[in-house]
């Protein structure tokens, strides 16, 4: 088993910028790749990218190119999620999540294809 732990949510302004942060223990040496997903009200949990373990391959929705980057410490088996220049829309709960096996990367855009998920940090953008 793996358990995730998230943090680094908050309330900031439209502009900013906020640092999310997923941490793995268990069974971390199996996990082949992170992914972060955002839930926002009445609306399905979407993609916002995914980073592999090995290499720091990453892939991302189109709509955060440019502004999120995904980073990853193999050491502290901590994934992190830079988001700048915030927009409202960005409002969600942000979830971290671990695939076990190896895949095609962009495969990895399904929430089916995770393993674990951790329980979400709140990331609110006021206008």
């Known amino acids: 088993q793996v358990q995730l732990v998230e943090s680094g949510g908050g309330l900031v302004q439209a502009g900013g910028s906020l640092r999310l942060s997923c941490t793995a223990s268990g069974r971390t040496f199996s996990t082949y790749a992170m992914g972060w997903f955002r839930q926002a009200p009445g609306k399905e949990r979407e993609f916002v990218g995914v980073?592999?373990?090995?290499?720091?391959?990453?892939y991302y929705q189109d709509s955060v190119k440019g502004r999120f980057t995904m980073s990853r410490d193999n050491a502290k088996n901590a994934v992190y999620l830079q988001m700048n220049s915030l927009k409202p829309e960005d409002t969600a709960v942000y979830y971290c999540?671990?695939?076990?096996?190896?895949?095609?990367?962009?495969?990895?855009?399904?929430?089916?294809?995770?393993?674990?998920w951790g329980q979400g940090t709140q990331v609110t953008v006021s206008s």
């Open positions: 999540a671990a695939r076990d096996t190896s895949t095609i990367i962009f495969l990895l855009k399904g929430a089916g294809k995770y393993d674990y």
């Open positions: 980073i592999t373990w090995g290499d720091g391959t990453t």
